[in-house]
């Protein structure tokens, strides 16, 4: 029987048309792919949400003094002490500073006590991108050093330029290495020297889109993008891209058994796959965008990005890889190409061949035993949580290896107070000075405080102790809507614990003296970023949890099903995060964690965890209407069991990716989800799900139809 002419023509008119558009799609995102980090922030206080206390007092910094960018500190030291000399060419380093177009003022040279080192604030102008002014500011130090002197640029400005350059490799060797894993696995498990390039192919084009939407919101303001996002961005694309196309291909392969052209085995695999593939993409969409509850906007951040390259994850899937693999056909496989008419593979009883035959056989006859030991495993892994410390770390630590910002602070507290150059500020009432000031001055940890004055040639003033004195001989306190800047040298180093504590003491003492006080600076920002973290994941992580379970519920038509399902996930999250614990503080000894680390993980790990169960119950589902419950389950883990694990493997490794950029909480969270994925793939989704489900036979599918069947039990 032949097609008429027309529907033979669309048959080869609309793959073409589709791969077309992509490659439009393409031509125009690849060259956006490495501007995005033109449109990237990673200032701390932009990411706060407006209502702390840090951002308002950011806010309104701009009306006691010349709006300015942030302070990179130069150190200089020497071993027994500076010479004259020393100190003469400290003081042409600052003059020469000075002279920047990117540095806005600079501060006289200060000696230590103890004669051994110096410090210079050069603080940046507004529109000055740190990373640039610090590494030419660090090219002037290095130009300027005397023999025997060492020279740090530390600070505010120096970490960030540390943390920028560390970002760096996000654009070309995070997605290299991903790309490299990914074909590796393909080339094993499929064999074939063609179908790695069609499925990668579609994630790549599948991301260029992604990053071109993305661009274009963040330039127009509309999302917010920094390394993390951008990062996680790419790892989330090929990883879902790839799993999507996975969960297609083998639907095309078995349809290549029963049908002759590539036409009719593309419908079959689109029927077979589109309902579990939209509906596992539609979950991980609406997992993403919980963040958007978050107060913390560099969370936030993340959910709109995240969602649209899901969304254009399951458009090149269901679009892209379709057009091309029936463009090629059976030649995608070779040479293990399936011919028309061959048999399926037996997929349970005792002429069943292979590893998910053997697992189907030990879950039919063990099905309690099974899941009781892997649910005692997962719970035993989990108490690795009683040694989580994940409510924040020190900003020299978020960068791993090498640091000049790290050493130069570690200098600084040597010879000054820690806090140099990074003050508290406070912003209060100008009648209440004098308290204010007396408050300020009696906490503990505090080394100085001053005013900050537009017209002192420092922007500061010194502040006496009878009210509405400033004992300044050039300046009084800048007034702003009746309030005045307090600026409080700390101690302590200012990314320190030890200088959180002395915030909190600040803002105790302060709001004593007036509850409209506030304090800000540096160290408040990271206070406030880590308590609105540990916020966020208290609220976000039980929404995450009840809305993926409200679509289990309407994808599967069962309450019991998903309720196992959700359990599953949960226990294996829990799991992952105890090792990783175990594994932070015991073989990697890294100081602790970021509170979007547990978050981040947990919105990745059950969105993407409950993906492989939703392949796999899906599948179940589909043959328990045939064949009955128990027997569907077994059949249902034979016919995924391969594609599933093969996705599995695939996502670990461009989740593990991540560790390649030297961030703290990017190589946190690549273990975590990544350790997270494998124990879904190979113990959740391949043992203990199925184990329950047949264990529970019929009423896993309660209330639905299938829970009154039982003629096949």
């Known amino acids: 029987m032949y097609a008429h ?355 189907g056989r030990l879950v039919a006859r063990r099905a309690r035993t099974v899941w009781i030991v892997c649910t005692v495993a997962l719970l035993a892994m989990g108490a690795g949580l009683v040694g989580l410390r994940a409510d924040g770390v020190p900003q020299s630590d978020l960068v791993i290896g090498a640091s000049q910002a790290r050493d130069g602070q570690d200098v600084l507290a040597d010879h000054f107070p820690g806090g140099s150059g990074s003050p508290a500020q406070v912003i209060g009432p100008e009648r209440d000075l004098d308290r204010l000031v007396a408050a300020v001055r009696g906490v503990d940890g505090v080394d100085d405080v001053v005013a900050a004055a537009a017209d002192s040639p420092s922007g500061t003033t010194a502040v006496g102790d009878t009210a509405g004195a400033a004992s300044g001989p050039t300046a009084r306190p800048t007034v702003s809507d009746g309030d005045v800047l307090l600026e409080a040298t700390l101690r302590a180093p200012a990314d320190s614990s030890a200088a959180e504590q002395t915030v909190r003491d600040l803002r105790t003492a302060v709001e004593r003296v007036s509850p409209d006080a506030l304090v800000g600076g540096v160290t408040a920002t990271a206070l406030d970023t880590d308590d609105t973290g540990i916020r966020d994941r208290t609220v976000i992580i039980p929404i995450v949890l009840l809305v993926i379970l409200g679509i289990l519920m309407l994808l599967l038509r069962s309450v019991v099903a998903p309720l196992v399902l959700i359990g599953s996930v949960v226990v294996s999250f829990a799991a992952a995060l105890g090792v990783g614990a175990l594994v932070f503080d015991h073989v990697l000894h890294l100081p602790g964690a970021d509170p979007s680390v547990p978050l981040f993980s947990f919105v990745f790990l059950v969105a993407l965890g409950v993906d492989y169960n939703i392949f796999l119950m899906t599948r179940v589902r589909e043959e328990s209407l045939r064949h009955g419950p128990r027997e569907g389950v077994l059949r249902g883990l034979g016919a995924t069991g391969g594609v599933i694990t093969s996705a599995g493997v695939v996502l670990a490794a461009t989740f593990a990716a991540l560790g390649v950029i030297p961030i703290l909480f990017l190589v946190q969270i690549a273990f975590v989800v990544a350790f997270g994925v494998l124990l879904d793939t190979v113990v959740v989704r391949s043992l203990l799900v199925p184990a329950v489900v047949h264990d529970l036979g019929r009423r896993a599918w309660w209330p639905s139809r299938l829970s009154r069947t039982g003629r096949h039990m």
């Open 5 to 359: 002419p027309v529907k033979r023509s669309l048959r080869i008119v609309l793959p073409a048309l589709v791969i077309l558009v992509w490659l439009v799609v393409a031509g125009v995102g690849g060259p956006v792919f490495g501007k995005i980090g033109e449109v990237a922030t990673n200032d701390q206080t932009s990411f706060l949400p407006a209502s702390a206390d840090a951002t308002t007092v950011q806010e309104r910094a701009a009306d006691f003094r010349q709006p300015a960018g942030a302070p990179a500190i130069v150190v200089l030291e020497r071993d027994g002490g500076l010479t004259r000399d020393d100190l003469a060419d400290a003081r042409q380093l600052a003059a020469v500073l000075a002279d920047r177009d990117d540095v806005q003022g600079v501060s006289p040279v200060i000696p230590s006590e103890d004669g051994e080192a110096a410090e210079i604030v050069a603080t940046l102008t507004e529109a000055a991108d740190p990373g640039d002014a610090v590494a030419a500011i660090r090219a002037d130090v290095d130009a300027a050093l005397p023999t025997g002197v060492a020279g740090y640029v530390t600070g505010p400005a120096g970490f960030t330029a540390d943390l920028t350059a560390a970002f760096a490799g996000i654009d070309g060797l995070l997605l290299g290495v991903a790309l490299a894993a990914v074909f590796v696995i393909l080339v094993v498990v499929y064999r074939s020297p063609l179908l790695p390039f069609l499925v990668l192919g579609t994630a790549t084009f599948a991301l260029c889109a992604s990053i071109l939407v993305v661009y274009a919101l963040a330039e127009a303001g509309v999302v917010t993008v920094n390394g993390q996002v951008q990062g996680i961005l790419s790892i989330l694309v090929i990883g879902a891209a790839t799993d999507y196309a996975l969960l297609y291909t083998a639907r095309f392969r078995e349809a290549l058994r029963d049908h002759r052209t590539g036409w009719g085995a593309t419908r079959a695999a689109l029927r077979g796959s589109v309902e579990p593939i939209l509906a596992s993409g539609g979950t991980v969409i609406v997992g993403v965008l919980c963040l958007l509850f978050s107060d913390l906007n560099s969370n936030k951040a993340l959910g709109p990005v995240a969602a649209i390259g899901i969304a254009f994850s399951l458009l090149a899937s269901l679009t892209l890889l379709p057009a091309l693999l029936m463009a090629f056909g059976r030649a995608a496989f070779w040479p293990r190409r399936p011919a028309n008419g061959s048999a399926h593979p037996v997929l349970t009883g005792a002429d069943a061949r292979g590893v998910w035959a053997r697992v």
